[in-house]
């Protein structure tokens, strides 16, 4: 940051620039009066403002002419940070020029083999007469060699480009620069997620490089149609946030919602996606996940073919899909790649798993406690016969157990992998064995417990699992205390919620709630393929129809029969 003991002097800038531009004059002026109010600053929070007030004001300043002064006023934005570099270069013509990049992000041999070389050695035509738009044509379009140069302008553009893992050269007596995508900073390579295997499907999974993620989506849908729009978020990190859609299907309202909530936010960085679903979500105090985060391109391209708008964070292997449905939230991308009938079966399988998950240790609960009598006899009396000696309730029981299975699982995700899982597994099995063996808990609760847990690993999305497995702890308090009531009373709380949620305008229970015939295909069964004629209603306002009629093929109706009419043309 510019102060009075660095060599930036903000007095002899301001008269470098005497003949430059009155908007360069005033930014000038304004730098140093922010840089005179540091000294007067006491309270942190407010001397961090002030720097960045400063940063700015330096950044908002025009290109120079004189690359003197160029390269004076990036070494004052950069501070001399070691990895910052401004290589100076005399040009085959004979001008000076001088090469900015990050050591680290930009690729050095492309930058040689692609900006210096050649200027050194190809820029002939380039002499000290030259004026300005013939100095740049000439190193755009004949001596720099790499396809992507643009032209920057101002010490802003600059130093985006530089922090973007670009290269900008700056030409004396240009005030413009050229910015040269040179990115060779190491990424991790596309690999199958860990977090959504499937046993029948696509193994590539997307990465924490935007134009990567944006490339898998591109070879899904190969479609001009394909938008990518880019926008840049975080005053510190200038994060890229890509908005992909399909212009057509997804309706203009909703991209255009989409970019006005991501252009909105006003925060110093942005690190993961889980800040954008954070700022931009309807209910941020929801437990439920308003929009649906996968690491899976064919997942996502689904999406945009159904008319939602996938958004990628460059740092993330997530990408966000909008907006989405509590009954999207629990299909699986296998659901589609296996027989119609295996499908359906698996998807009820899972809405039966994900009831038991909220509701099996709560309805333990309320019936030891108040309805015994639901029980039969038998049963009642081994339940009995587990409890005796136990010394505390079986809601207190059900509290215990839970938190320990948490407790496991938490430190299963947390230790390395080979160690956790043998964690998570002789852990549950050991203290389980003990608490039941020391009379400390029964082992019918032991069996519930582990069996819910079971049941919330059947969620697709961890997000909507770790929302059923916190909303099970109030519903066991609620049982305790009002039995089934109280179930009845906590479901029909959930369930005001849900009907009142909202992704992006789209009723978060459609097409159940508002009840929607055609899209109730696809909710709790899985359609043929060949069925599915039309896109979601709720999504999809402008194109509806996704295939024709009569695209499913088979063996001709007459094939085998004797009065068939072309039974018997080859006797």
């Not at 073919?305 to 629990?330: H, K, N, Q």
């Not at 059947?458 to 009531?485: E, N, W």
């Not at 085998?560 to 072309?566: H, T, Y």
Request: charged share 25%; aromatic share 6%; hydrophobic share 45%.
């Amino acid at each position: 940051m510019p102060n009075r003991d660095e060599s930036f002097d903000v007095e002899s800038l301001s008269q470098s620039l005497s003949d430059n531009t009155r908007e360069a004059q005033q930014a000038l002026r304004r730098l140093r009066d922010h840089v005179e109010r540091l000294e007067s600053i006491r309270d942190r929070s407010k001397r961090l403002q002030a720097l960045l007030s400063a940063t700015e004001t330096l950044e908002g300043l025009p290109l120079s002419e004189d690359l003197d002064l160029n390269v004076k006023t990036l070494e004052a934005l950069f501070g001399g940070s070691s990895d910052w570099v401004a290589r100076r270069v005399r040009i085959a013509g004979g001008r000076q020029a001088a090469v900015t990049y990050i050591d680290g992000l930009a690729d050095k041999q492309m930058l040689e083999e692609n900006v210096v070389r050649p200027l050194l050695y190809e820029a002939f035509p380039i002499h000290a007469e030259c004026d300005m738009d013939d100095v740049r044509y000439v190193l755009e379009n004949h001596v720099i060699v790499h396809t992507q140069v643009k032209t920057v302008e101002s010490v802003h553009d600059v130093v985006d480009a530089v922090l973007h893992a670009d290269a900008v050269l700056l030409i004396d007596g240009v005030s413009e620069a050229l910015a040269v995508s040179t990115q060779g900073f190491k990424t991790r390579a596309v690999e199958e997620p860990e977090t959504e295997a499937v046993v029948q499907g696509p193994r590539e999974g997307f990465n924490e490089n935007l134009g990567t993620s944006t490339a898998l989506l591109r070879r899904r849908i190969r479609t001009p149609n394909l938008r990518v729009d880019r926008l840049r978020v975080g005053r510190l990190t200038r994060t890229d946030i890509a908005v992909v859609y399909i212009q057509g299907l997804a309706a203009d309202g909703l991209v255009e919602e989409v970019k006005s909530r991501i252009s909105g936010i006003d925060i110093d960085g942005i690190i993961d996606s889980e800040y954008i679903v954070e700022l931009i979500e309807d209910d941020v105090y929801s437990p439920f996940p308003q929009v649906l985060n996968t690491e899976r391109p064919d997942i996502a391209a689904a999406n945009l073919l159904e008319g939602r708008v996938a958004i990628c964070v460059d740092g993330s292997p997530f990408c966000i899909v909008v907006p989405i449905t509590l009954w999207g939230m629990m299909q699986a991308s296998e659901d589609y790649y296996g027989r119609p009938y295996i499908g359906m079966f698996i998807r009820l399988l899972r809405y039966v798993l994900a009831f038991f998950a909220l509701l099996g240790p709560s309805l333990y609960v309320a019936i030891l406690t108040f309805h015994q009598e639901m029980l039969p006899t038998s049963l009642l009396l081994t339940v009995a016969a587990t409890r005796e000696g136990i010394p505390f309730p079986s809601v207190v029981e059900a509290l215990i157990m839970e938190l320990t299975f948490e407790a496991l699982r938490e430190a299963g995700v947390r230790l390395p992998k080979v160690v956790g899982q043998a964690v998570s597994i002789v852990g549950a099995l050991v203290i389980g064995q003990a608490a039941v063996q020391a009379g400390i808990v029964s082992a019918p609760m032991v069996i519930i417990v582990a069996s819910t847990g079971i049941a919330s690993f059947t969620f697709p999305r961890f997000s909507l699992g770790i929302a059923v497995r916190l909303l099970r702890f109030p519903m066991i308090i609620v049982a305790s205390i009002l039995g089934l009531f109280g179930i009845m009373l906590g479901l029909m709380a959930i369930a005001i919620h849900l009907v009142g949620l909202r992704s992006f305008g789209v009723p978060y229970l459609a097409p159940v709630a508002p009840l929607s015939l055609d899209g109730l295909k696809d909710v709790f069964i899985r359609e043929p393929l060949w069925t599915r004629k039309l896109r979601p209603r709720q999504v999809a306002h402008t194109n509806l129809r996704r295939q024709e009629d009569g695209i499913k093929s088979g063996p001709d109706p007459w094939e085998g029969d004797a009065e068939s009419p072309k039974a018997g043309t080859n006797s």
